[in-house]
T-cell receptor, first 113, second 108 residues
Framework: DAGITQSPRYKITETGRQVTLMCHQT?????MFWYRQDLGHGLRLIYY???????DKGEVPDGYVVSRSKTENFPLTLESATRSQTSVYFC????????????FGPGTRLTVL | RKEVEQDPGPFNVPEGATVAFNCTYS??????FFWYRQDCRKEPKLLMS???SGNEDGRFTAQLNRASQYISLLIRDSKLSDSATYLC?????????FGKGTRLSVIA
């Protein structure tokens, strides 16, 4: 199906474990983004990518790693999960010609115990 | 000063009421403006763009005041289904800057 998907939708892990959240889009959009959303903070940008092999830090990149070897995929890895990384993670994409409109995935709800 | 500021609410209004939200932005170089809607536990979705001349989409009207650096969203004849969080979004170059949102609850 066309669109932007995220997996897993729900994840429970333990402190110190490595976790990878997947994001896949079928529109061939150039830009992809990772946000986290917590009560009281709104959406906060973690990392974004303008194209394959180009990534940039956002507002809260510490503790996260991204890669973009293919245009359609933008995985986010928590190298050593901490409780403070418990959050809802949204992936988004937008077209280079129209960066104004970002399309969001359904989100991944991550709990770190 | 934060780049995009919104009153978090909640705004509790009866069905049929008219409600308005404002949002202020700090960067005068902001290029374009949007309202996104986010339902509880769902992803944000574009509601409408905001044009300099103001624009309307059914019961929704968006306005931009560049001199005072604010945008507004007016919802007429509120429906229960309008209950959501409304995010003010400003484009000053990629990435977009999102406000924290204003929560609206429409009550029967």
């Amino acid at each position: 199906d066309a669109g932007i998907t995220q997996s897993p939708r729900y994840k429970i892990t333990e402190t110190g474990r490595q976790v990878t959240l997947m994001c896949h889009q079928t529109w061939s959009h150039s830009y992809m983004f990772w946000y986290r959303q917590d009560l009281g903070h709104g959406l906060r940008l973690i990392y974004y990518s303008a194209a394959a092999d180009i990534t940039d830090k956002g507002e809260v990149p510490d503790g996260y790693v991204v890669s973009r070897s293919k245009t359609e995929n933008f995985p986010l890895t928590l190298e050593s999960a901490t409780r403070s990384q418990t959050s809802v993670y949204f992936c988004a994409s937008s077209d280079a010609g129209g960066p104004d409109t970002q399309y969001f995935g359904p989100g991944t709800r991550l709990t770190v115990l | 000063r934060k780049e995009v500021e919104q009153d978090p609410g909640p705004f509790n209004v009866p069905e049929g009421a008219t409600v308005a939200f404002n949002c202020t932005y700090s960067n005068s170089a902001s290029q374009s403006f949007f309202w996104y809607r986010q339902d509880c536990r769902k992803e944000p979705k574009l509601l409408m763009s905001v044009y300099s001349s103001g624009n309307e989409d059914g019961r929704f009207t968006a306005q931009l005041n560049r001199a005072s650096q604010y945008i507004s969203l007016l919802i007429r004849d509120s429906k229960l289904s309008d209950s959501a969080t409304y995010l003010c979004v400003v484009n000053i170059g990629t990435p977009l800057v999102f406000g924290k949102g204003t929560r609206l609850s429409v009550i029967a």
